[in-house]
């Protein structure tokens, strides 16, 4: 019972000790996942649960129809700017891929709407 | 572990175990499905259960309370591919065991090769197949562990509703999992010879080891998903890592059971998971589906642990295989 008790405790240890790096997921965004906001923001960030790669992170707007309505994306370590131009009311989708900085790819994408 | 089962149907004396599920976490697209605790699914994955324990009333008779406490390592060969292993240490309260005064011990041990066939991120849609085996011979005798290896070809699935229609919004964090195998023994009938210590006498037993079809899965909704693909309610964050889920393990007695009183057993388990950015938490209950599989409500409960996670870079990724496919920016 000793021996189980101190390699469960080393086992914690080192888990505690080591800087991890899980998948990045989505937290959360502006304008937030589903909701409505009255106007056109200027830009849709994202914040992820871990360290994004620049070089490897994109995401889009795109609307109703499919056509793309964001001008880029720029990423500065948890969090992405995607600009967009004006938005006129309607439904909108975020797609996002991202890497995180040890290597694990994550995507999802969701929606928001602007003055509905 | 179900010819086991099905024994202790027959037999009464012997002994029946809930089988605990060989469970990874899986991320497909918007779509994360957690490590199930009881029945298998699809995911495959570097993770450790430390541990899975259970208490219940099993199927015995008369029923007694047992303990299991199992521990899970998976661990990839190749991002598709992996390995599992689960060794179960079982305790059998009074008055449980061949004596009646309980009973302590390993089970047969456990393995899997889990490989990934299909993954379809725009449809959260994920295939796998595996080869499960319990090793004959492998666990403690006071348990009455199997003296033959059963070797249970499995398909597995998992599948997010994540493209449901706007219209029904409220059901996209639904998901499913399922699991279908063909436990085969490796040897059809088991004789066994028993010798009297007072008269002398010999006794035979010969029985048949039926083979079975081993089904279950799960159905969870999932609050991560909802708030970061459906609707972010700005709840408490503590409830956005919950995933309420009920799973359902079962084994149905299908061939080389002849002459055998056998009937569907298993359990149906509602219960619900926390799942964190390396490790999750889980605990449900144990509803035995019929006195075949157990008297009385029980429980499990499981510290899951990611090691893709929290060890990425050593023991938390595939032995062989590149570094994981970049993303292709927009």
Known sequence: MKNKTIILSAFVLLAASIPAGAHAMLDHADPRVGNTVKSSPSAVTLWFTQKLEPAFSSAQVTNASGAVVSTGASVSGTVMRVGVRSLPPGTYRVHWKVLSVDTHTTEGNFTFRVGQ | ?330
């Open chain 2, 1 to 330: 572990m179900l010819t086991r089962l099905a024994r202790a149907v027959l037999f009464g004396p012997a002994l029946a175990f809930v089988p605990l599920g060989a469970g990874a976490h899986e991320i497909v697209g918007n779509r994360f499905f957690p490590a199930t605790l009881v029945a298998d699914d699809p995911g495959i994955n570097d993770e450790l259960s430390l541990p899975t324990a259970s208490l219940f009333k099993n199927s015995d008779i008369p029923s007694v309370n047992e303990l299991d406490i199992a521990v899970e390592f998976s661990k990839r060969i190749t991002d598709d591919f992996a390995l599992i292993v689960q060794p179960t240490w079982t305790h059998l309260y009074v008055p449980g065991g061949p004596l009646g005064n309980g009973a302590s011990g390993f089970q047969n041990l456990e393995t899997t090769a889990k490989y990934r066939l299909y993954k379809n991120p725009e449809h959260e849609f994920v295939v796998s197949v595996g080869l499960v085996a319990e090793w004959a011979n492998t666990g403690a005798k006071s348990l009455s562990v199997d003296t033959f290896t059963t070797y249970t070809p499995t398909l597995y699935f998992g599948k997010g509703f994540g493209d449901l229609p706007d219209a029904v919004w409220w059901a996209r964090p639904f998901a499913v999992t399922g699991v279908f195998g063909y436990a085969i023994p490796s040897r059809s009938r088991t004789i066994t010879t028993t010798v009297d210590p007072d008269s002398g006498d010999v006794s035979v037993d010969d029985s048949p080891n039926p083979r079975f079809f081993n089904w279950g899965g799960s159905l969870q909704y999932s609050m991560p998903y909802m708030k970061t693909a459906v609707n972010d309610f700005g709840l408490p964050d503590f409830f956005n890592h919950l995933i309420p889920i009920v799973e359902a393990s079962l084994q149905t007695p299908v061939s080389n059971f002849a002459g055998l009183d056998l009937k569907t057993t298993g359990t149906i388990n509602p219960g619900v998971l926390w799942v964190g950015d390396y490790f999750q938490v889980g605990v449900e209950a144990i509803v035995p589906v019929n006195r075949q599989s157990g008297t009385s409500v029980g429980v499990i409960a499981q510290l899951h642990l990611y090691l893709d996670d929290l060890f990425p870079t050593t023991i938390g990724k595939p032995i062989f295989g590149g570094p994981v496919t970049p993303a292709k920016p927009f």
